[in-house]
């Protein structure tokens, strides 16, 4: 097979990065599978014409919970429509992987590479491992280049399944390096991230060329996109 797998990361982001987001994906008739760390309205509303699966954090002081049942226990309230699970920072033990499978988890996607090809696999749990290709914020912290060049031309229009995923905030803002979000979260409180306003989304925004434009490429590049559902036939 050869697809582009695009999946969304939400990571808390503000409605109005999401929204964004999903409308451009939707103008390119492009279904995603969407990972969702809280409930969102636009999520909801389009759940008839994108996938949704879960983005449980295990990590301390996750907003989830501060045990594993507690966080699973949160996060399995929230709409999905995906038995899917990609967990927030690819935090995750042989406990709460084996809890999300008693749950009804079929499919995890947690391994992510640098520009690496791998096969989707069957892990020790029975979940079928679906390996990423390319993650936007780990793309910036390699400092890899933001033009398309020809040899990931080539490899995008190879043969593999290449997974990639987008966050929200990264797409919206147009993120030129790793440093540049990492400061914006860090100058701000969780709740003034969530809410962010329009206005302050529009002065944070990057003029030059960013991950925004990469990945805006990179899908035009790409003979066929899919979601993680076309791929696993769940």
Sequence with gaps: ?????????????????????????????????????????????????????????????????????????????????????????????????????????LISSNVCTDLE???????????????????????LWRQHSLE???NLKKIVLGKGVKVIIIHPMHFAINTPNFSYMYNIKRSMSCEKWRCMTKSTLNKLRWKGRGIRNFIIELLETADKTSSLGDITAL
């Design 117 to 139: 090809i791998i096969s989707p696999f069957k892990d020790r749990f029975g979940l079928l491992e679906v390996p990423i290709f390319l993650e936007d914020g780990g793309y």
């Design 1 to 105: 097979m050869n697809s582009v797998v695009v999946t969304v990361d939400l990571d808390w982001a503000p409605e109005l990065a999401i929204e964004e987001t999903l409308d451009f994906l939707k103008s390119k008739n492009i279904s995603p599978t969407v990972f969702v760390t809280h409930r969102s309205p636009r999520v909801e509303a389009s759940m008839n014409e994108i996938e949704v699966g879960l983005h449980p954090y295990f990590g301390k002081a996750s907003s989830h919970g501060s045990t594993i049942s507690d966080v699973i226990k949160r996060v399995m309230d929230f709409p999905y429509n995906l038995p899917a699970f990609r967990c927030h920072r690819f935090g995750i033990c042989n406990l709460s992987k084996q809890a999300l499978k008693e749950k009804g988890m």
């Design 148 to 150: 398309i060049n020809q």
